[in-house]
């Protein structure tokens, strides 16, 4: 891998070739009911990305915050921070006030993106404006669509990544500040290089073998580093299919959003597999393939009873903030 690194292609150019591929193919969607094909979502995170540039960030802001459930808009926000060359702070929404505020003095945020209906149900007083974006679309401007329609549907990857400066990131340049929840004091900043996140992309993808027509449920929030990988880049530099939702513990929605879309790949933890057990039906995990939890042991009877209902046994994975998620994991023999 570290040989490798000088030739390792970026995220944020992982993402456009992934996108490029899947152009007619639904790649995200979330419980509100929004599903976005590969070309649109490439073209929503230009047209987002240049309201960024001109509308919001100053030249020298470097750390931008966002606060938000794992959702599509959550993916479009450290998408577009991620090809404006900067460095998403995905701020911890179960922390107190306090907490959060001193995670954003740390980091130097001057901005955090957010949605005015988010805010609604969870509001928060931060020392910095907030970024809604709701606004962010009222001010996407014709000639952005312009830009990010010829962008997504007839510029080749190569040149559409030399245009927006892609090229010009490094390996070992930041890609993300993820916040540890602070059950040692003060919560700590991690900073992920881009070459941590695709390294584990291909480790990950390695074992598990991912496939086209694999469906990832997107349930664990974006803030941790499981969720970064697992909900957000590892499906979007690949070619699967990735669904939203904001609470991984409302089985009720879950097992919906799994049966309509036909989950196969489920990334979460012991304590999420309880309430699935407990609240989904059989049929609703019925494509299931892959599932693999951490954050927690996974205790031998819930892997059992899982596997007795749903016919998939978990896969523990184990790994810190540190190591960008997953540092190990029991390789499922199927795969």
């Known amino acids: 891998m570290e040989a490798a690194k000088s030739r390792e292609l970026v995220p944020a150019r992982q993402f456009i070739r992934a996108c490029k591929k899947t152009s007619k193919r639904s790649?995200?969607?979330?419980?509100?009911?929004?599903?976005?094909?590969?070309?649109?979502?490439?073209?929503?995170?230009?047209?987002?990305?240049?309201?960024?540039?001109?509308?919001?960030?100053?030249p020298d802001e470097q750390h931008v915050g966002v606060l938000l459930p794992p959702t599509v808009g959550c993916a479009l926000a450290n998408l577009a921070i991620t090809?404006?060359?900067?460095?998403?702070?995905?701020l911890n929404y179960t922390m107190s006030e306090h907490d959060v505020n001193y995670c954003i003095r740390d980091a130097g945020v001057k901005h955090v993106i957010t949605s005015k209906k988010f805010i609604e149900k969870?509001?928060?007083?931060?020392?910095?404006?907030?970024?809604?974006?709701?606004?962010?679309?009222?001010?996407?401007?014709?000639?952005?669509?312009?830009?990010?329609?010829?962008?997504?549907?007839?510029?080749?990857?190569?040149?559409l990544e030399r245009l927006i400066g892609l090229k010009r990131v490094k390996a070992d340049d930041p890609i993300t500040a993820i916040y540890t929840s602070g059950s040692t004091g003060e919560p700590k900043g991690v900073l992920l290089s881009q070459h941590n996140i695709s390294a584990t992309i291909d480790a990950a993808?390695?074992?598990?073998?991912?496939?086209d027509d694999d469906v990832v449920l997107g349930v664990v929030p974006i803030?941790?580093?499981?969720?970064?990988?697992?909900?957000?880049?590892?499906?979007?530099?690949l070619t699967p299919k990735?669904?939203?939702?904001?609470?991984?513990?409302?089985?009720?929605?879950?097992?919906?959003l799994a049966q309509e879309h036909g989950v196969s790949i489920l990334f979460g933890t012991p304590t999420f597999?309880?309430?699935?057990?407990?609240?989904?039906?059989?049929?609703?995990f019925h494509k299931l393939d892959?599932?693999?939890?951490?954050?927690?042991?996974?205790?031998?009877?819930?892997a059992e009873q899982f596997r007795n209902k749903f016919g998939v046994l978990p896969s523990e994975g184990y790994g810190a903030t540190e190591t960008s998620g997953p540092a190990a994991v029991n390789i499922p023999d199927h795969r």
């Open 27 to 58: 790649r995200v969607a979330d419980s509100t009911g929004l599903e976005l094909s590969g070309g649109k979502l490439l073209a929503s995170v230009l047209a987002f990305r240049r309201v960024l540039l001109r509308d919001v960030l100053a």
């Open 290 to 302: 892959l599932a693999v939890v951490g954050a927690e042991k996974l205790p031998l009877d819930l």
């Open 242 to 256: 990735v669904v939203y939702h904001v609470n991984p513990l409302d089985a009720k929605e879950v097992g919906r």
């Open 83 to 90: 090809r404006s060359r900067r460095v998403s702070v995905n």
């Open 205 to 211: 993808n390695q074992i598990f073998q991912i496939e």
């Open 273 to 284: 597999l309880r309430g699935y057990l407990k609240r989904c039906e059989k049929e609703q």
């Open 122 to 159: 969870k509001p928060f007083k931060l020392d910095v404006p907030f970024v809604f974006l709701e606004d962010m679309k009222e001010q996407v401007r014709s000639s952005d669509r312009l830009f990010a329609g010829v962008g997504a549907f007839a510029l080749p990857a190569s040149v």
């Open 223 to 237: 803030f941790h580093s499981l969720g970064y990988l697992a909900a957000l880049w590892l499906p979007l530099c």
